[in-house]
């Protein structure tokens, strides 16, 4: 059985630099890594289709695009200089492309209750389209992938299990 599934998702995509080690002339020692997130709001849009079901229980894959606007971006320099602990942190986001576009898989199961909610559980694959940012001379593409939890609600269910 096919459906078509939307929705509204915030999403917190980031990722951790590894830790760098510098030595200066004085022999002290630095130690550094960079954490950056970048936040989108998206409008999923995927085709699910449920391809075993018993009972209440149903098996699914799916697949679609999510359009996303970029919301901000914020960096975080944590470094260690000799036995000090600093960071700084830093939201300019210049020239992020404020609309992109994901590429989307699902592979999940779902539980049917009463009056059209669902209680799902699903992995999820996400791979934006386009790049981060269109001004660096690298292009930066986010993947995620993960466990998604939820209830939905199908308004056309009024009673019954399904």
Same mark, same amino acid.
């Given at each position: 059985?096919?459906s ?7 999403s ?5 630099t590894?830790?760098?080690q ?7 020692t630095?130690s550094f890594? =960079?954490l950056?997130?970048y =936040? ?9 289709? =449920? ?8 098996l699914?894959a799916?697949?679609?695009v ?8 914020? =960096?975080?320099?944590?470094y260690t ?15 992020y492309?404020r609309?992109?576009l994901t590429?989307?898989?699902?592979l ?8 059209g909610?669902?209680v ?7 791979h ?5 940012n269109?001004n660096l001379?690298?292009k930066?593409y986010?993947?995620?992938?993960g466990?998604s939890?939820?209830i939905t ?9 399904r």
């Amino acid at each position: 059985r096919f459906s078509i599934n939307s929705g509204l998702v915030l999403s917190d995509f980031g990722y951790k630099t590894d830790d760098a080690q510098v030595r200066f002339s004085d022999q002290t020692t630095a130690s550094f890594h =960079t954490l950056i997130d970048y =936040t989108y709001i998206g409008v999923p849009l995927n085709l699910k289709y =449920t391809f075993f079901s018993v009972g209440r229980i149903g098996l699914f894959a799916g697949a679609g695009v999510s359009p996303s606007i970029f919301i901000q971006k914020n =960096t975080v320099l944590k470094y260690t200089i000799g036995s000090q602990d600093e960071s700084s942190s830093n939201k300019e986001a210049v020239g992020y492309n404020r609309y992109n576009l994901t590429a989307d898989a699902i592979l999940g199961a779902d539980f049917n209750l009463r009056k059209g909610f669902k209680v799902n559980a699903n992995f999820y694959f996400r791979h934006f389209i386009s790049e981060v940012n269109s001004n660096l001379p690298d292009k930066e593409y986010l993947v995620m992938g993960g466990l998604s939890l939820g209830i939905t609600y199908n308004p056309l269910v009024r009673t019954g299990n399904r």
